[in-house]
């Protein structure tokens, strides 16, 4: 199954917790309410035994030997046990029928003694009310599990009967006694109706149970869903972030509860990440400086990574090459870290004024500046005399301190050129190859001959707006 959304986490959560509880449930459920039909069941038959044995003892035994005719039915003592019957089988509610009878003669024939009004002759053959004396007849499995019970040495018994038709009955059987003697006894037979009744009333007991526990099962997912798939959320959101280049935040372990060793492990792998990353932004950025970006750019439009050696582009562009006069001479006055600070300083002052009129510089060769101006020729004008600006400013500083000030030589040329990649596939470097690059340089050499003064300078920027 494919989790789309954090609900349907939550809910694929739920299902599979519903359904093994559930299963559970329905396992426990069945083994319960088979143990408890055969509770319920065997608690019955032991009441029914112990109505039997009730009224076994409440018959007087020298009454009980006379009540063997039909003419029997007629004594008041035969009317007596009867009605003790009725009553038996109202405090029962009629579940059972209550009737005694006599041990076999030598026929073997089991005969009826006690007979309640009530009875209805569904055992005998004859569709007639039994009367006292009469043949017991019943199915055999009937008559031998009385034969059985009389050769035990229990007082009482419960017997289930399989039917001829297939029904079960079940019977319980009493001694009544004299002496030790067993001179009859009180069969209560028990209706089919009563255990059903039972075990429909157990089923459905059952069942509200079950239908209850699921109820609480499914709070109990839901609550436990939420406390299981809420820190699993959490964990989605930050990834979520974390795709999103978003590091500056940290995991509450408050939300986690009993996963917040999670929480714990993410949080020092999110520290790591933050460290890594921001360890290769700083290299990035170093890097950065030593490439030119934005000559880059107009090699490869897609970026970088989709730069390979000897891609290349013909443009027009302004070129401009620039060097500090006299630095052999500056140079050999001063130790290299002083020579290093020296041309530094002077970057520092003309190439962000080559950047702000959108030229790049392409290469430093020493005191000498090679600088590309790929939108307009006008921009390499107007940068060359700000730098002139600049650096009369600075000098300005330098006259004050009694230290030598820094003059510069200028070409500037336009012209169509080739810019691409050389260099082989470990290193490559961006340069620029045509007869304009060649013909600046020698503008900056020829400068040299040249003097130029502040006059020169200020009749160079009149008219220019940036000045």
């Given at each position: 199954m494919v989790?789309?959304?954090?609900?349907?986490?939550?809910?694929?959560?739920?299902?599979?917790?519903?359904?093994?509880?559930?299963?559970?449930?329905?396992?426990?459920?069945?083994?319960?309410?088979?143990?408890?039909?055969?509770?319920?069941?065997?608690?019955f038959l032991h009441q029914q035994r112990m109505l039997a044995q009730t009224t076994a003892s409440f018959i007087e035994i020298d009454q009980f030997k006379h009540l063997n005719s039909k003419s029997a039915m007629q004594r008041a003592d035969y009317k007596k046990y009867e009605r003790a019957f009725i009553q038996a089988m109202k405090a029962d509610r009629f579940a059972s029928f209550v009737f005694s009878l006599h041990m076999p003669l030598d026929d073997g024939h089991y005969r009826f003694a006690v007979v309640p009004d009530i009875r209805k002759a569904t055992n005998l053959e004859s569709s007639q009310r039994a009367y006292s004396g009469q043949?017991?007849?019943?199915?055999?499995?009937?008559?031998?599990?009385?034969?059985l019970f009389l050769v035990q040495k229990t007082d009482s018994a419960s017997f289930e009967i399989t039917k001829s038709n297939?029904?079960?009955?079940?019977?319980?059987?009493?001694?009544?006694?004299?002496?030790?003697?067993?001179?009859?006894?009180?069969?209560?037979?028990?209706?089919?109706?009563?255990?059903?009744?039972l075990k429909t009333n157990l089923l459905k007991s059952t069942?509200?149970?079950?239908?209850l526990l699921f109820v609480f099962l499914l709070a109990a997912s839901v609550f436990f869903a939420r406390k299981i798939t809420g820190p699993f959320e959490k964990l989605t959101d930050a990834i979520e972030r974390l795709i999103k280049n978003d590091f500056n935040f940290n995991l509450s372990l408050a939300d986690f509860g009993g996963f917040i060793y999670l929480a714990k492990q993410f949080n020092l792998m999110l520290l790591k990440l933050q460290?890594?990353?921001?360890?290769?932004?700083?290299?990035n950025k170093a890097y950065s400086r030593f490439v030119p970006h934005q000559l880059l750019k107009l090699i490869s439009p897609n970026g970088i990574k989709s730069t390979e050696l000897g891609d290349c582009i013909e443009k027009e562009m302004a070129i401009m090459f620039c060097d500090i006069r006299g630095f052999t001479r500056i140079s050999e006055s001063m130790p290299p870290q002083e020579n290093f600070k020296f041309i530094s300083r002077y970057l520092q002052i003309v190439v962000p004024v080559i950047n702000k009129f959108g030229g790049t510089v392409d290469k430093y060769m020493g005191d000498g500046i090679m600088a590309l101006f790929p939108n307009s020729p006008d921009n390499a004008l107007y940068a060359a005399v700000g730098m002139m600006a600049a650096l009369e400013k600075y000098n300005r500083t330098l006259r004050a301190k009694n230290l030598p000030i820094v003059e510069i030589g200028l070409g500037l040329h336009m012209g169509k050129m080739m810019l691409g990649t050389v260099g082989t596939t470990?290193?490559?470097?961006?340069?620029?190859?045509?007869?304009?690059?060649?013909?600046?340089?020698?503008?900056?050499?020829?400068?040299?001959?040249?003097?130029?003064?502040?006059?020169?300078?200020?009749?160079?920027?009149?008219?220019?707006?940036?000045?």
């Open positions: 989790l789309t959304s954090e609900r349907h986490f939550r809910s694929h959560v739920i299902l599979w917790f519903l359904l093994v509880a559930g299963l559970i449930l329905a396992i426990t459920g069945i083994s319960i309410y088979s143990s408890a039909e055969g509770y319920l069941v065997e608690r043949v017991f007849t019943a199915e055999e499995a009937f008559i031998f599990q009385l034969n297939g029904g079960v009955q079940f019977i319980s059987v009493a001694r009544i006694l004299d002496g030790l003697k067993t001179d009859g006894l009180v069969v209560v037979e028990i209706s089919n109706r009563q255990i059903a009744a069942l509200r149970t079950i239908g460290v890594s990353r921001n360890e290769l932004v700083r290299t470990s290193r490559m470097d961006v340069t620029v190859v045509s007869d304009t690059v060649n013909a600046c340089r020698k503008n900056r050499i020829a400068n040299k001959n040249l003097s130029c003064t502040h006059f020169n300078f200020r009749r160079a920027t009149h008219g220019l707006r940036y000045f």
